[in-house]
């Protein structure tokens, strides 16, 4: 027995189907999950294996206070503008480093606290008792306050590296954060210069001027390269496209002009890419020369190649 249908009844069971949809109950509503991003970020490096952490974000009112200083609320309005961000507020993120050399796992920069940092390498997978070394770029709080959480080591089983002329400024100067989380750990530390070797294709690449004694490293890896630039430059407008434009936090904020400049200037000319502490996670990207400037490219699947 066959059964056809005319054109009409089609129609009319067509012109039905909506109407069952919009009557029919709701089985299960799906609550706000609210803001999220990932908090781990691996890629290939040659034969290095690398992961940035995002330790931490965090937003600000009035970012003119902390960047372009030297600048007309105007001007420093406009820049913003054209770049599709807020004038009145800024994201900052909190970004360390992880390098699996293949004999080694070592460690750029702590965040703000243990928790942070231990959360952070946990979500990728590590301990903090796998760490052979963590190296600190330099002693602002944000980078060194992972170390020690309330008189305990969190990496008890690694050395520590640091720069000899940040380490001596701070060592004068004193500072919370050095004399809380520094100072304590100090007959492990090992103080190298520019040009030294934290690993092998590991370079330390000086670029003074953020802290006296502030550190870049350079990794190199069958054939490839990228450089762990700190906070050379903290936001990837206001620093990049504005590098003469000052920062708060820039101890010596001439010579911090100067050192992005000619890193930034390198950066762009050779084409090596880079991971930014501060940049929006996860914190890697490219430099192009733009004008007077550069411009920030972030990373997209290169690293998947």
């Known amino acids: ?36 991003t990932a908090k781990h970020h691996r890629f290939m490096l040659g034969d290095f294996e690398v992961t940035t952490l995002l330790v931490g974000s965090a937003s600000r009112d009035e970012p003119q206070t902390i960047f372009g200083m030297n600048v007309s609320p105007e001007e420093f309005a406009k820049a913003s503008e054209e770049a599709f961000i807020p004038a009145d507020k800024v994201q900052f993120f909190f970004t360390p480093t992880v390098v699996n050399t293949g004999s080694e796992l070592i460690l750029f920069d702590t965040g703000l606290n243990p928790k942070g940092i231990t959360s952070a390498l946990d979500a990728a997978g590590y301990s903090p008792d796998q760490i052979d070394k963590v190296v600190i770029t330099h002693m602002h709080g944000d980078h060194v306050g992972g170390l020690i959480g309330e008189g305990n080591e969190t990496f008890s089983g690694a050395s520590y590296l640091t720069g000899s002329a940040e380490n001596n400024h701070w060592g004068s100067a004193g500072g919370e954060a050095y004399s809380n989380k520094v100072r304590p750990l100090l007959e492990k530390f090992s103080f190298i210069d520019d040009g030294a070797s934290v690993a092998s294709g590991i370079t330390a690449v000086a670029a003074f001027g953020h802290t006296p004694g502030h550190m870049t490293y350079m990794l190199e890896s069958g054939g490839e ?81």
């Open 1 to 36: 027995m066959s059964v056809s249908l005319s054109r009409r009844a089609a129609l009319a069971m067509g012109a039905a189907a909506p109407l069952a949809a919009a009557t029919r109950p709701v089985l299960a509503g799906a609550e706000m999950k609210g803001p999220d």
């Open 225 to 305: 390269q990228m450089l762990l630039m700190a906070d050379l430059a903290n936001h990837y407008i206001w620093s990049l496209a504005h590098p003469d434009w000052e920062v708060r936090f820039d101890m010596d904020k001439a010579a911090a002009a100067a050192s992005r400049r000619k890193v930034l200037g390198m950066l762009a000319a050779d084409k090596v890419p880079t991971i930014g502490y501060h940049m929006p996670f996860p914190g890697i990207g490219y430099v192009a020369a733009r004008g007077d400037g550069f411009e920030y490219v972030p990373m997209s699947y290169q690293m998947m190649l």
